[in-house]
Nanobody
Framework: QVQLVESGGGLVQAGGSLRLSCAASGRSFSVYAMGWFRQAPGKEREFVAAISWGGGRTVYADSVKGRFTISRDNAKNTVYLQMNSLTPEDTAVYHC?????????????????WGQGTQVTVSS
């Protein structure tokens, strides 16, 4: 079992930055691929970024490529999402997720564990 708790969300002006954190409890965090997803009101959950268990491979949605960076610290059981150049279109609840696999995937239904989410609001 893995429990995930996100933090770092908030209200920021367009062009600003935020760093989200996702703290994992439980054993064997390092064997899980991790992902960030977001869901805006009235929209489906969408993939944002993912990272392999060792951190050597990352994947990004086209909409965030070049602006967001996913990273992880296995010693701290934490995965991060650095978000720069934010726009109002980035407003959503951001969730982290864990997948017990070495594969990095973008499909939310393939992830085993989810956090409750943290709200990110970008004002224009």
């Amino acid at each position: 079992q893995v429990q995930l708790v996100e933090s770092g969300g908030g209200l920021v002006q367009a062009g600003g930055s935020l760093r989200l954190s996702c703290a994992a409890s439980g054993r064997s965090f390092s064997v899980y691929a991790m992902g960030w997803f977001r869901q805006a009101p009235g929209k489906e959950r969408e993939f944002v970024a993912a990272i392999s268990w060792g951190g050597g491979r990352t994947v990004y949605a086209d909409s965030v490529k070049g602006r967001f960076t996913i990273s992880r610290d296995n010693a701290k059981n934490t995965v991060y999402l650095q978000m720069n150049s934010l726009t109002p279109e980035d407003t959503a609840v951001y969730h982290c997720a864990a997948r017990r696999s070495i594969a990095v995937v973008t499909t939310p239904t393939t992830y085993d564990y989810w956090g409750q989410g943290t709200q990110v609001t970008v004002s224009s």
